[in-house]
């Protein structure tokens, strides 16, 4: 399994990213997929994750109402789309994919497969 996240860069406070996560393989709709993210001297954290057929997704407090997590099973990919982006947004965002039976959806344990990240950089 490979997954590549993409569609990173540098915005402005109070814009807008999409980012994309493509991930090989048959097998991407059975799976909960997430997106987490780590700035420098920081924890990895989680983000947001939604559930293999869609379904009522989970974020973390801090992006609630801003971020919006998707997924098109058909393409194989999932999406984050970020909005009133603030400068402690700023991170590289990871992609990954739950492992079988994940109950702890905001644990990093949780994902056995990592995407290689995309840098998102917010400036005030």
């Known amino acids: 399994v490979q997954l590549q996240a993409s569609g990173g860069g540098l915005v402005q406070a109070g814009g807008s990213l999409r980012l994309s996560c493509a991930a090989s393989?048959?097998?991407?709709?059975?799976?909960?997929m997430a997106w987490f993210r780590q700035a420098p001297g920081k924890e990895r954290e989680f983000v947001a994750a939604?559930?293999?057929?869609?379904?009522?997704?989970y974020y973390a407090d801090s992006v609630k109402g801003r971020f919006t997590v998707s997924r098109d099973n058909a393409k194989n990919t999932m999406y984050l789309q970020m909005n009133s982006l603030k400068p402690e947004d700023t991170a590289v965002y990871y992609c990954a994919r739950a492992r079988p039976g994940a109950q702890l959806y905001n644990s990093r344990h949780e994902y056995d497969y990592w995407g290689q990240g995309t840098q998102v950089t917010v400036s005030s």
């Open positions: 939604v559930m293999r057929s869609g379904g009522t997704p």
């Open positions: 393989g048959r097998t991407f709709s059975i799976y909960a």
